[in-house]
């Protein structure tokens, strides 16, 4: 966005950055400037406005926030994991 009185840049750019074994919900918006950490979950419909740097952690809500720690996620399902399975996505 211009500025039409100086001919400034009001709303300079940002970089966005989604870690490694992101999981991003239906309809979610991560905005300039914004950064999710490996292992985390953003939830649906979530608008990610800030800087998250905890692994391993659920981000949801508008504007987003940490709302559970300490999880991780897969694709099978099975009703438990061991911890070389959860962990299969880091090799």
């Known amino acids: 966005m211009i500025e039409r009185a100086?001919?400034?840049?009001?709303?300079?750019?940002?970089?966005v950055s989604i870690g490694?074994?992101?999981w991003v919900g239906l309809g979610a918006i991560i905005s300039k400037g914004?950064?999710?950490p490996a292992d985390s979950i953003v939830g649906a419909m979530s608008f990610v406005n800030g800087k998250?740097?905890?692994?391993?952690?659920?981000i949801?809500?508008?504007?987003a926030?940490?709302?559970k720690r300490g999880v991780?996620?897969?694709?099978?399902?099975k009703k438990r994991f061991s911890p070389e399975e959860?962990?299969?996505?880091k090799s």
């Open 6 to 15: 100086s001919g400034k840049r009001v709303n300079s750019p940002g970089s």
């Open 20 to 22: 490694d074994h992101v």
């Open 34 to 36: 914004s950064s999710v």
């Open 52 to 58: 998250f740097d905890e692994e391993g952690t659920v």
């Open 60 to 63: 949801a809500g508008v504007p």
């Open 65 to 67: 926030k940490v709302i």
């Open 72 to 77: 991780t996620w897969s694709r099978v399902r």
């Open 86 to 89: 959860m962990d299969g996505w």
